[in-house]
């Protein structure tokens, strides 16, 4: 049976056509969690890896806290803490989850393929040939942002949360759903930060943002980015400038972007007036 044109497609043509893409992109995740699920140790490995202080950002920041005769803190032997599990079905809830959530990340790209495919129908020929290479940069800034979630904004935490002492009496045992979580939350909510590039690009071309708008309230988003990496960080100066970096520089790339955005609409504008005259 023949494709229907988008222009001839009733509403409840287009809820049709979001379901299929919403079963195959979930369809795709559920694969590459019961991978996840079947390559257990591949998947523990990365997981627990953090927790041992031969992983690159703690050598790295031990040799910049010699150099700077700073915190050494970063050169211990191991982190001041045991992993437990305090209900008869922790672990096997851990594997469950911990393997969803990694199928999410695998399958990210498939997941926007899906949402692209389902959009660009309504796009102009025009649009679709520009925006051709959305998929490969969304899925690059996504999973940017999850090695910078993974390699920079977990050890910091961990580095901080386990070593900060309320009194000696108390022991640091952590459930494995916490640890899980710290690990989880600092790699997905980075992820999900570095698609603002994306975010704007398509908030500009619907109209609901502008290159004046973003300049306007730079000021204000310094402010904001240092508030949040100040939440998602340990409470010093270095933690917070080592996350607002990255921050800042996509909020100025999307600046960028959005004056691309704006000035190729204005010269597409231009040619159909120029047309309609002629």
Request: charged share 15%.
């Amino acid at each position: 049976m023949a494709k229907k044109n988008v222009d001839e497609m009733s509403f409840l043509d287009h809820l049709e056509e979001l379901r299929w893409h919403l079963i195959r992109a979930v369809l795709s995740i559920v694969i590459a969690a019961t991978l996840a699920f079947i390559f257990k140790d591949f998947i523990v490995g990365i997981i627990m890896a953090p927790k041992h202080m031969d992983f690159p950002t703690y050598v790295a920041l031990c040799e910049m806290s010699k150099f700077f005769g700073m915190d050494m803190s970063f050169c211990a032997n191991e982190l001041p803490f045991v992993i437990e599990v305090r209900s008869v079905g922790g672990q096997f809830s851990a594997h469950i989850w911990t393997s969803i959530y990694a199928g999410l990340v695998i399958a990210f790209p498939y997941v926007l393929y899906q949402l692209w495919s389902f959009i660009s129908p309504g796009l102009q020929p025009r649009e679709r040939r520009n925006s051709r290479g959305f998929i490969l940069i969304a899925s690059f800034l996504f999973f940017l942002g999850v090695a910078f979630g993974y390699y920079v904004i977990t050890p910091l935490s961990l580095n901080f949360l386990t070593n900060y002492t309320f009194a000696e009496e108390v022991s640091n045992a952590f459930d494995l759903s916490s640890y899980n979580s710290i690990v989880r939350s600092s790699s997905l909510a980075a992820g999900l930060v570095f698609e603002l590039p994306i975010v704007i690009y398509f908030l500009t071309k619907v109209g609901l943002v502008t290159p004046q708008f973003l300049r306007k309230y730079r000021k204000y988003a310094l402010v904001i980015v240092l508030i949040l990496s100040a939440i998602i960080t340990p409470p010093d100066i270095a933690s917070q400038i080592i996350v607002a970096i990255p921050i800042l520089i996509l909020y100025q790339a999307s600046i960028y972007i959005s004056a691309i955005v704006v000035r190729n609409q204005k010269r597409k504008e231009a040619r159909e007036n120029k047309k309609s005259k002629s």
